[in-house]
């Protein structure tokens, strides 16, 4: 007879029994996710010294990647030179650590750059899928010596270096190649709430300048247009702690403007950014008065929160927040729009399969155009803007758009549904919009806008075509529309050649053909383009190619039928020197009415970058068009356009830069210096002067405007 003990006993040997069973399934269910290409990231017990020098014991605790694939010339090939990359994270930091071995160290190709203008040198990079979703990535690059590139990638393949983030590298050229290390805090990007299982994917590159070759940890099969479907991935993720990170950056601008018979007194500008992290995946961003002058800050004009911004990307810190949730086939949304915003506020982020963003402005600048009598003076336009994407499919999503501008009694509304659908090398990617508009005066319009593109892309061929109709009452004040009124057609199919020696001088070349028909609303065509070219792609890093357009044009009732061809090279081969040309000549319109007809047209452009040293370096560029009558070879403009620019970067955060523009229509010449100081995205100094000359009738050139600005900005992390 069993006694209580005896029972204990027997309970407590089948407990120790299924319990160690069940750790062999816990231990087999991990096992069996672990593929070559997948593995668990350590956690680290002491965050690495960023310095450069890859000893600290730290990384014997980290994961050991080798890259074992070129990609590039060679199809997952051997490379030719070995890299090793260790990964591991703490509570706040991702760590990863590169050993680029080399050679020939000496023939590295490395500079003091600014940030994200490293491409010309060798570098490594990462690529963080941090929602394995195989739709876009966050995109880390570093030179020999660490400095930055970074980027939002896409499963296209495109990169937008507009977004930058806090990120901490350093690297060494030593006599066996060079190392770099790198801390990227996981409050820099946007994840999905963290455990063991949570799964991201994975890229790492290596390029090597001087032979043009492109090293990959993954396998690459060129058949695939999204190189995201080949990541690698990584589990472990379960310590991490970024609570609700809160970034405040003040910014000051100031301007002092002197034209011929004005001079304007030094006016300052203050504003602040502010970006919460509510959770890893949502991001709130609002923001008092954001300032022009971060656009184009290397341009030889900075706009300092003029009317009429120049149409550069967008480059506001605030704006730049999410901003690819917005993008859709037609550009529903350019924020550009919102020319001199009081404030703003903007929720950004991904849930599972759903993406969503909001965003709210008021625009100062449709009341300035007022007297003061008028009561829309200094009123102010409010922009409210909605999106919605679902992901469905492994690589296809639908969404939602809605932007509204009202201003006093009128008011712009645009709403529609856009789509991607993907079938292997196959896409379908369409939008259909709709606008409503009401004036001042009350007058209500309505407008549609459709698109449809259908596209092969494959190893080798490649094909597709687009329709695309926009009403000429379409409008959408919150976007960019360059036309309106038509119904267009396009397609285009070509051919990339691959010889089967990898080692051969001709590492790519082919043909490819387009076609354009654009019709007005009456079923008239009105433009019509016919373009053939055919490229060559060298293994000493140039490329060339020649090109021919028939065309066919119809302005102000009459036929013009031009035809143009040209020939183009590029080329990266000199570490000292790169550069390429273009020339152009054929037939041309003369748009102005009073002389309207067709003209023989040539011209080009030469662009030249010489580095006289790891620091100094000038950039070179002449451009021409020219349009001649005929028959009598008269000129009817001749237009010519150079530019200088020469850059000293004494650091990496420090650097000096001055631009000569001279522009041969008008007789303009214009300069431009400054000097900048960024450790971070979000600190920076600018101080420069700009001085816009003109030739006078006394023959001399002399100053309509001299303006000395500066900014400000400093990043605090709460």
């Not at 087999?28 to 680290?44: G, M, N, Q, R, T």
């Not at 495109?158 to 690297?171: A, H, L, P, R």
């Not at 020649?546 to 000199?574: C, H, K, M, Q």
């Amino acid at each position: 007879m069993l006694n209580f003990k005896s029972i204990f006993s027997v309970y407590f040997i089948i407990s120790l029994v299924l319990i160690y069973l069940s750790c062999l399934n816990t231990l087999a269910a991990e096992v069996e996710i672990l593929k070559p290409s997948e593995f668990i990231i350590p956690f680290i017990t002491s965050p690495p010294k960023i310095d450069g020098v890859v000893n600290d014991k730290v990384w014997k605790e980290a994961v050991k990647l080798s890259l074992n694939f070129q990609i590039w010339p060679g199809d997952n090939t051997p490379p030719s030179e070995n890299t090793f990359v260790y990964l591991g994270y703490d509570a706040k930091n991702l760590y990863v650590a590169f050993e680029a071995f080399d050679c020939e160290p000496d023939k590295i190709r490395c500079v003091l750059a600014k940030r994200d203008n490293i491409f010309e040198d060798d570098y490594v990079g990462v690529f963080l899928d941090t929602f394995n979703d195989q739709r876009r990535c966050y995109a880390f690059y570093f030179n020999p010596i660490g400095i930055q590139a970074d980027a939002i990638r896409f499963s296209d393949g495109y990169e937008d270096f507009n977004w930058d983030t806090q990120i901490t590298s350093k690297g060494l050229i030593d006599n066996r190649g060079y190392c770099v290390e790198v801390a990227i805090p996981f409050s820099s990007i946007k994840f999905p709430e963290p455990d063991f299982y949570t799964c991201w994917g994975l890229h790492i590159v290596r390029v090597i300048a001087r032979r043009g070759e492109r090293i990959s940890w993954m396998p690459r099969k060129r058949e695939e247009s999204n190189w995201l479907l080949l990541e690698g991935h990584f589990y472990g993720l379960k310590h991490i702690k970024i609570g609700h990170p809160l970034e405040v950056m003040p910014v000051i601008t100031g301007a002092k403007v002197k034209e011929e018979f004005k001079n304007n007194s030094f006016k300052l500008s203050p504003g602040v950014n502010i970006k919460l992290g509510l959770t890893s995946n949502l991001t709130l961003n609002a923001t008092l008065n954001p300032d022009f002058s971060q656009v184009e800050a290397d341009a030889p004009q900075i706009d300092v929160n003029l009317r009429f911004p120049l149409f550069f990307e967008e480059k506001r810190p605030f704006f730049l927040e999410g901003k690819d949730i917005f993008d859709t086939p037609f550009t529903v949304v350019h924020t550009r729009s919102i020319v001199d915003p009081d404030f703003g506020v903007k929720l950004t982020g991904k849930s599972r399969r759903n993406t969503i963003g909001i965003l709210l402005a008021s625009d100062a600048s449709g009341g300035k155009l007022y007297d003061e009598s008028d009561p829309r003076y200094k009123k102010n336009a409010l922009f409210t803007i909605f999106r919605f994407k679902r992901d469905i499919l492994q690589e296809s999503e639908f969404g939602f758009i809605f932007t509204d501008r009202q201003f006093s009694n009128s008011f712009n509304r645009v709403y529609g549904i856009d789509g991607k659908f993907k079938l292997k090398q196959y896409s379908i990617i369409f939008q259909g919009l709709n606008s409503h508009t009401s004036s001042e005066e009350g007058i209500r319009t309505c407008g549609g806008a459709y698109k449809i593109d259908l596209y092969y892309l494959g190893r080798n061929f490649y094909w597709g075509t687009t329709h695309t109709y926009i009403h000429p009452d379409y409008e959408a004040s919150a976007g960019f529309t360059e036309r309106k009124g038509f119904r267009s057609y396009k397609g285009w199919l070509g051919y990339n050649f691959e010889p089967k020696d990898e080692k051969a001088i001709l590492r790519q070349w082919g043909p490819s053909f387009s076609s354009f028909f654009l019709y007005d609303t009456k079923g008239t065509l009105t433009d019509r383009i016919l373009h053939s070219e055919i490229y060559f792609s060298l293994s000493n890093q140039t490329e060339f190619g020649t090109w021919a357009n028939s065309n066919y044009i119809l302005y102000e009732g009459r036929d013009f039928y031009p035809f143009s061809t040209g020939i183009w090279v590029d080329t990266l081969y000199s570490e000292k020197i790169s550069g390429g040309m273009s020339l152009y000549f054929g037939d041309a319109i003369n748009y102005d009415t009073k002389r309207l007809l067709l003209g023989k047209n040539f011209g080009g452009n030469v662009y030249l970058n010489f580095k006289f040293s790891d620091k100094f370096r000038n950039s070179f560029s002449v451009a021409r068009d020219a349009l001649r009558e005929r028959n009598t070879k008269e000129i009817i403009y001749d237009v010519s356009i150079f530019r200088d620019s020469l850059t000293y970067q004494f650091t990496r955060n420090l650097a000096f830069r001055t631009i000569i523009d001279y522009n041969s229509f008008g007789h303009r010449i214009e300069t431009n210096f400054l000097f900048t100081w960024t450790p971070n995205p979000g600190t920076v100094f600018y101080i420069g002067y700009d001085d816009l000359m003109s030739l006078r009738e006394r023959g001399r050139y002399e100053s309509d405007r001299k303006m000395f600005f500066m900014k400000i900005s400093y990043l605090f992390n709460l």
